[in-house]
């Protein structure tokens, strides 16, 4: 199994927290609600997660990655853990039997908290199945002079509105450019505030009948 080398840390520190840790790790993560963009969960898991020194929205977002090759290959806990362990021992030799069955069973442990953690991440998959998301965006202000025909005098200023957004494509991160004027800001935030209007109303039906919608707040 191929891990990416920025990982390998923090599959690390799972192997390094103590049992009272990685307990208090697991009760942060089953008392958290469920939200749909892993980066917002494993922020409220950290929130409750009382060790500053352990990176505990580093975990989690590491065990949701998990969840998605799980499915995605597709392959069951109990196949998926060696070969995790296995990748973890090439390239940490040095590491003791112990240590390896205690971090093979946290392992197992994460991978089969469906629920939240792959609810999670089932939910992420579903909301960014699609060929081209955003997974980023910035906004400048662009001032532009005015010369007269000769270009030897400023005559005025314009001011432009710049929007950049980052794209996932393919595994591949882009960018798109676009330019507005005031009018086509406007336009567009009258737009987005309409579609968030409409969103906050089918979620107040459907919770009105019981049907569960989780919770989209990036924050």
């Known amino acids: 199994m191929n891990i990416p ?30 939200r749909y963009h892993p980066r917002s969960f494993a922020a409220a898991v950290s929130e409750k997660f009382k060790y500053p020194h352990i990176d ?7 065990i949701i990655s998990l969840y998605g090759v799980k499915s995605q290959i597709p392959t069951s806990t109990d196949k998926l853990v060696p070969s995790i362990i296995n990748a973890f021992v090439q390239r940490n030799p040095e590491i003791s039997d ?11 442990r994460l991978l089969t908290l469906y629920s939240p953690l792959g609810i999670v991440a089932s939910a ?54 676009f330019t507005f004027d005031i009018y086509d800001v406007l336009k567009l935030r009258y737009q ?8 906050n109303n089918l979620q107040e039906k459907l919770e009105s009948v019981n049907i569960h919608i989780l919770d989209s707040n990036p924050s």
């Open 5 to 34: 080398d920025e990982e390998y840390p923090t599959i690390s520190s799972i192997a390094s927290l103590t049992d009272e840790e990685f307990a208090f790790l697991i009760e942060s993560i089953t008392q958290t609600p469920v």
């Open 56 to 62: 505990a929205e580093r975990i989690i977002r590491t």
């Open 98 to 108: 112990a240590v390896i069955q205690n971090l093979g069973q946290r392992l197992e």
């Open 124 to 177: 992420y998959k579903v909301a960014s199945d699609s060929e081209r998301c955003i997974v980023d965006t910035h906004t400048f202000l662009d001032l532009r002079p005015i010369f007269n025909d000769d270009n030897q005098e400023l005559l005025s200023n314009v001011i432009l509105y710049r929007l950049k957004l980052t794209y996932e494509n393919n595994d591949e991160q882009k960018d798109i450019n």
């Open 192 to 199: 987005l505030d309409l579609l968030i209007e409409k969103s």
